[in-house]
């Protein structure tokens, strides 16, 4: 391979760039197997192809999600119309509205507000104000991606820090460093915990849904995801908080209420309450009262077709049509912000749900779930646990959304082929996925927090295996008690 392909790239992107069409190449050298389509065969190398790029980032993941419509038609996989129908599924069209709306929120502030609002009421004490900030850090990450959360909670929390520091003279250095740790990893914490609330709080909970979707005609509306997601959230946040203030790291001391002092000028220095950012609020309440209402909503006459969708695109058009009543910039929102949006999480929804289309279609799915059912003889119990521990493990070194795109359809195809629910194994992976604690790379929070440069890898990893290890305990009883009731559709 040219020299000049590889260079800039990282040791472990150079090999992934190499390993992956080799894998490929060889999977496609070797005899197709006994039961299984050509088709589904050459399905599996790109499959494979796909995988160590997403897992090696040897490209950008986006780029690899890109493949499908390259190769799938070129190898009789699929055709085009085919393989590019998944880029246009309508969760895609969900998570879009929501961003838009997200954006509004970032660009006026009423994120800001929002938080500074509660953090002043949080109380006098170490504990209370870490969980202030967790709380806020979930609450937020439940709308908002969790990367913009942490990177609007960070200064904050940063200047909460220094004025501790500086203004409770009776801390020794150890408490308050134990003080600094939990802070930071629990707000980055929290943000991860909170995106599993929702449909759009993280893209894997998106992904799966329209994964469910499309393969088995299943749909997860946003009302139903919440029955499963916020009592999860309500579960790890409270434990992650007791976690990080009293067994890892040791909190407990009173502020004097410097914190809260430093938070209301903060608040202050904002000002009054802008006409955009009540305008924008409306919006966001509305929006969300929709998305909660719409199994209600749908019984009222011409209301029968109401979808999360529409909803979130009716949602981004208002942002649009409405005048922000601001002299200066008369629009919420303009074009040259929408081009700030993560449209690399949007194509990777399409070709992971390509690929999962394709695995499907071919009877890959099937041949594996044949061929891997071995794992039915574990207990339920067992499998979801191990399913669990797994995807959280591996998220530690890969991109969640990626990993979801991964097993996904491996994992529902063993659904069937044990004769179980496929909400069952499906629904733990993209949960895990938000559980990765332990290392900077595995969560855009934790290498944001990690960035602060006031934190060290192996504080991070002590922290962050306990609550991996809760992580595998809660989602796992969700999986097998709350999401089999509410999202069957």
Request: proline share 5%.
């Amino acid at each position: 391979m040219d020299e000049t392909v590889i260079q800039g790239r990282a040791t472990h992107q150079k090999i992934g760039l190499i390993l992956g069409p080799l894998v490929a190449l060889l999977i496609l050298s070797l005899e197709t197997p006994d039961h299984l389509s050509l088709a589904a065969w050459r399905t599996a190398s790109m499959g494979a192809l796909m995988a160590i790029w997403w897992a090696t980032e040897a490209v950008p993941i986006a780029v690899t999600a890109l493949l499908p419509l390259i190769f799938f038609p070129l190898l009789g996989i699929a055709n085009i119309q085919d393989s590019a129908t998944p880029f246009a599924n309508k969760v895609i069209f969900l998570f879009l509205g929501g961003f838009i709306v997200a954006l509004a929120m970032q660009r006026w502030n009423l994120h800001r507000r929002i938080a500074l609002t509660i953090l002043q009421y949080v109380g006098g004490n170490g504990r209370s104000l870490i969980g202030g900030f967790m709380l806020v850090s979930a609450l937020l990450s439940m709308w908002v991606m969790n990367t913009s959360t942490t990177m609007m909670l960070l200064p904050i929390a940063l200047s909460i820090i220094t004025v501790i520091k500086n203004s409770v003279k009776h801390l020794n250095e150890k408490e308050k460093n134990d003080f600094q740790y939990a802070l930071l990893l629990g707000l980055a914490y929290a943000a991860s915990m909170g995106g599993m609330s929702t449909l759009v709080g993280t893209a894997p909970n998106a992904m799966m849904a329209a994964f469910m979707l499309d393969t088995y005609s299943i749909e997860i509306d946003f009302s139903r995801w919440m029955l499963v997601g916020i009592p999860l959230t309500l579960v790890m946040v409270p434990l992650a908080w007791l976690t990080l203030t009293r067994i890892i790291f040791k909190v407990d001391f009173k502020t004097g209420y410097k914190g809260q002092e430093k938070l209301k000028q903060m608040k202050e220095e904002m000002g009054k309450i802008s006409l955009p950012e009540k305008k924008v609020g409306i919006v966001f309440i509305v929006l969300a009262l929709t998305w909660i209402l719409r199994p209600l909503l749908t019984n009222i006459p011409g209301l029968s077709a109401l979808d999360d969708s529409g909803i979130a695109m009716a949602g981004a058009l208002a942002i649009f049509l409405i005048p922000s009543g601001d002299k200066n910039d008369p629009f919420l929102l303009r074009w040259v912000h929408i081009e700030k949006l993560p449209w690399s999480i949007l194509l990777l929804f399409g070709g992971g749900l390509s690929l999962a289309s394709a695995v499907s279609k071919t009877g890959l799915a099937k041949w594996l779930g044949v061929n891997l059912v071995d794992i039915g003889t574990l207990p339920l119990v067992a499998i979801v646990v191990l399913i669990t521990a797994m995807i959280i493990f591996l998220t530690e070194l890969t991109s969640n959304i990626a990993t979801t795109a991964t097993f996904l359809p491996v994992v529902g195809a063993i659904a069937v082929e044990m004769g179980i629910n496929p909400i069952i194994l499906v629904a733990p992976i993209p949960l895990a996925a938000s559980c990765a604690f332990m290392l900077p790379v595995a969560t855009p929070p934790n290498a944001i927090v990690f960035g602060s440069g006031l934190l060290t890898i192996p504080k991070m990893i002590r922290a962050g295996f306990v609550l991996n290890i809760i992580g595998i305990v809660i989602v796992s009883i969700v999986a097998i008690t709350l999401a089999p009731k509410f999202l069957n559709g």
